[in-house]
C-alpha cells in the first residue's frame, strides 16, 4: 500500500483515477491545482505522485521544477497529460519526472507504471564509493533496527483457521471479503467521531469526497444523508 498523489484540475481524472488507486489499496490524495499539490506533498509525504501538465494555476512541468528546485522532488513523479508535445514530455523526464502517460490512459498501462514508479522509489539510494555489488549485499535499514529476535514468530500472527476473521467470513471472493472488512472499519470510525465525517476523513486518510461515494458504495448511510 503506498501513498498516490493524483494532481488534475479534471474532477472526472481525479475521481476515476481515485477509484482505480483505492481499489488497488493505496491511500490517495487529490489535489486540482498546484496550490493544493505544494498543500498536499508536505502533508503527506506521497510514495508517488500522478501530475498533471496542463493546470490553470501553474503547470505540471513548473511545479515539477519548483519541487526540484527545493530539493523536494524526493519522489517518483509520473506526468500526465492528453495534449502534450513530445518536446514536453522529454524536456519533464529531464527535469525528474519518472515517466509520462498520455490520456486517455489505459488501466494496464497505468498499473504497470505506477508499480515501476513505486519500486523505483522503495529502491534504497547508495552514495560513496560504494559499488553495485557492495551496493546488493546492504542490510535493508529496518533489518538494522529489527534483528529477527526481535521479530513475531509464524506462530505468533492471528490464525483464522476456521475460515473466519471475526465476523467476516474468509470463504468468499476477495472483493465481497473487502468490503464485509471496509463496512466494519467505517461503521467504527463513524460511531467513534460522533458521524463527524471531517474527523473520519482525517483518520481514515480519504479525501470527503471519496469517503461519501465509499459509503454510499457499501451502503453505509452518513449523518447527513440521516439528517437531511
Given at each position: 500500500?503506498?501513498?498516490?498523489?493524483?494532481?488534475?484540475?479534471?474532477?472526472?481524472?481525479?475521481e476515476l483515477l481515485s477509484e482505480i488507486l483505492y481499489d488497488e489499496g493505496h491511500t490517495v490524495e487529490l489535489a486540482e491545482n498546484a496550490a493544493q499539490a505544494r498543500a498536499a506533498r508536505l502533508r503527506m509525504r506521497p510514495d508517488l505522485v500522478l501530475l498533471d501538465?496542463?493546470?490553470?494555476?501553474?503547470?505540471?512541468v513548473s511545479l515539477l521544477k519548483e519541487w526540484g528546485s527545493q530539493g523536494m522532488l524526493d519522489m517518483p513523479v509520473i506526468m500526465m497529460s492528453g495534449h502534450a508535445t513530445i518536446d514536453t514530455a522529454v524536456e519533464a523526464t529531464r527535469i525528474g519526472a519518472m515517466d509520462f502517460?498520455?490520456?486517455?490512459?489505459?488501466?494496464?498501462?497505468?498499473?504497470?507504471t505506477i508499480e515501476a514508479g513505486l519500486s523505483r522509489g522503495r529502491a534504497p539510494i547508495?552514495?560513496?564509493s560504494s559499488t553495485p555489488a557492495q551496493a546488493s549485499m546492504a542490510v535493508p535499514l529496518e533489518d538494522e533496527l529489527d534483528p529477527p529476535s526481535a521479530l513475531p514468530s509464524v506462530d505468533a500472527q492471528p490464525q483464522a483457521g476456521n475460515?473466519?476473521?471475526?465476523?467476516?467470513?474468509?470463504?468468499?471472493?476477495?472483493?465481497?471479503?473487502?468490503?464485509?472488512?471496509?463496512?466494519?472499519?467505517?461503521?467504527?470510525?463513524?460511531?467513534r467521531e460522533n458521524h463527524s465525517m471531517t474527523r473520519v476523513s482525517e483518520r481514515t486518510g480519504l479525501e470527503r469526497t471519496h469517503l461519501y461515494r465509499k459509503l454510499k458504495q457499501l451502503g453505509i448511510e452518513s449523518a447527513r444523508k440521516r439528517n437531511s
Open positions: 500500500m503506498a501513498r498516490i498523489l493524483v494532481v488534475d484540475d479534471e474532477v472526472g481524472i481525479r501538465i496542463w493546470m490553470p494555476d501553474t503547470d505540471g502517460l498520455e490520456k486517455p490512459i489505459t488501466l494496464q498501462r497505468l498499473l504497470k547508495y552514495s560513496g475460515g473466519q476473521l471475526g465476523n467476516i467470513t474468509l470463504d468468499q471472493p476477495l472483493r465481497e471479503a473487502r468490503d464485509a472488512f471496509e463496512r466494519i472499519y467505517f461503521e467504527y470510525h463513524l460511531v
